[in-house]
């Protein structure tokens, strides 16, 4: 099967999303086409029924085949680099109802990765200095949005304490309660990504997103790019998102009972149910770093530029910084004695 490829009608190169002018763009000739104005050639496609012996692609450039596991969407070419987007894996059911496209290119995802490094105090010297970025990946994360439904009961033992002076007395008064709530609590576009690929903490770490940005599903977006379709179902993950929000539920909770001295629950049912799930791509640029012979790996929210990851730490710098920390502490004190009379030793 030959992959989709988004030819130039100037020049015929493989053109690009890009996220400076979200449009496509042709790298050869500098030619620009709306992406609105495009048809889409995997909206005639169907999705396939069962699941179909793995299908080899090819790419519509040179002919190459494309290197691509179960998951993979859209990739480039390793031949000749060309954007190559498998179409029957975005169709029918597969397809995605929304994307977050790119808004920061690449040259900007390596500058801001460097200054982010530039950053870490304790970091050592040569890794905020030196140039080793073994690869930077634009690759679009598919994530499931939820809406939810809270349907929540609770019940406790609460008290309000007073204490108040009457005559030569000191009076503690406590007035016991029975107290129940019956809650409605409805979240939107709740977040959870459903890439097996990816660390679900990396990516809860990359939050927040611009949701509100989102555009509607086309497949030129992923031009360029790479892009993967879910490992998981909404079903699938409905446990783990549940537990995403539970704070924010008992918070809520909590919020409901206020004005207590003391609040005991002797009851609390919160029963989660899911309204809608979306299927969304939402961009990331993955960094890999070569540091002291070991491989780290970081991520870039692809909208905001946001970095995550764990950076090697310098124990020296460490160990100078406490020295610091102690040495400020110890001459503020001998300060504070010699103001109050004190001596310095």
Known sequence: ???????????????????????LSCPSCGRTDSIEGLPD????????????????????????????????????????GSSAILGDRLAGSLRPVQVLPF???????????????RNGRLTPAGFMTADRIKSI??????????????????????????????????ITETQHFSVYRRIRLNYNRVPLDASEKMSDKLMDRL????????????TPYLAGYRADKYSYTGEELLPRVKEKIRPYVEAYIQSAMAGYTTVSYTQKDIDTRMTQADYVLIPVWVVHYDYDK??????????????????????????????????????SLKLIALLMGGGLW
């Open 1 to 23: 099967m030959q992959a989709i490829d988004f030819k130039c009608m100037n020049c015929g190169s493989s053109m690009v999303f890009d996220s400076g002018k979200t449009a």
């Open 41 to 80: 050639p995997v909206e005639a496609l169907k999705a396939p029924s069962a699941p179909q012996p793995r299908e080899e692609y090819h790419c519509a450039s040179c002919g190459g085949v494309i290197e691509a596991d179960g998951e993979t969407t859209a990739t480039l070419c390793s031949f000749c």
């Open 103 to 117: 808004a920061i290119s690449k040259e900007e995802a390596v500058r801001a990765f460097k200054k982010w490094c």
């Open 137 to 170: 990946t634009g690759t679009y994360v598919p994530f499931w949005l939820y809406g939810l439904n809270n349907h929540i009961e609770a019940r406790a033992q609460a008290t309000k304490v007073r204490t108040y002076v009457q005559g030569d007395y000191r």
């Open 207 to 218: 939050e927040p997103f611009p949701y509100h940005q989102l555009k509607s599903f086309k």
């Open 294 to 331: 070991l491989e780290h790996t970081f991520a870039m929210n692809g909208q905001t530029g946001k970095v995550v990851g764990k950076p090697p730490i310098s124990f020296g710098k460490v160990a100078a910084w406490f020295a610091g920390i102690s040495g400020v502490t110890f001459l």
